[in-house]
């Protein structure tokens, strides 16, 4: 969670400032957040939502996030109670498979995951070295 808030927060920085993204969380001082970059402190569960939307960010990644903190919620024992928690971009790939598949039950072996999970990284590879060509500009 500290990784993921120290890199986020540094990607919004050119948009809005520390003490922004705290007040649009509901923190009247920015130096909570300086609290959980450093991993001193953790995201309390009912601030997810709020800090999520300040950050632009799933506000589903961020609760995966906050329950994997150290004594937090062991997200399989969630994952068993409530079902697996998805994030917006996960639900996109399940419509687009639903969609391909006509509505049709997903009906998919151990190869054809893997073959759609190879096709996955694939595409991350080119994102990376488009972004790294963009960068060089």
């Given at each position: 969670?500290?990784?993921?808030?120290?890199?986020?927060?540094?990607?919004?920085?050119?948009?809005?400032?520390?003490?922004?993204?705290?007040?649009?969380?509901?923190y009247e001082?920015p130096?909570?957040?300086?609290?959980?970059?450093?991993?001193?402190?953790k995201?309390?569960?009912?601030?997810?939502?709020?800090?999520?939307?300040?950050?632009?960010?799933?506000?589903?990644?961020?609760?995966?996030?906050?329950?994997?903190?150290?004594?937090?919620?062991?997200?399989?024992?969630?994952?068993?109670?409530?079902?697996?928690?998805?994030?917006?971009?996960?639900?996109?790939?399940?419509?687009?498979?639903?969609?391909?598949?006509?509505?049709?039950?997903?009906?998919?072996?151990?190869?054809?995951?893997?073959?759609?999970?190879?096709?996955?990284?694939?595409?991350?590879?080119?994102?990376?070295?488009?972004?790294k060509?963009?960068?060089?500009?």
């Amino acid at each position: 969670m500290a990784e993921f808030l120290r890199r986020r927060i540094d990607e919004l920085s050119s948009r809005k400032s520390q003490r922004e993204i705290a007040l649009e969380a509901g923190y009247e001082k920015p130096n909570i957040l300086s609290m959980f970059k450093r991993g001193e402190t953790k995201v309390p569960f009912d601030k997810v939502p709020a800090l999520a939307d300040a950050l632009e960010v799933d506000p589903n990644h961020l609760l995966r996030l906050q329950m994997e903190q150290p004594g937090g919620y062991d997200p399989k024992v969630i994952d068993k109670m409530l079902g697996q928690i998805t994030t917006s971009g996960e639900r996109k790939v399940i419509a687009a498979l639903r969609e391909a598949n006509e509505g049709h039950d997903l009906d998919l072996g151990d190869k054809e995951v893997r073959e759609l999970a190879d096709s996955y990284r694939k595409i991350l590879t080119k994102r990376a070295a488009a972004k790294k060509v963009a960068q060089s500009a």
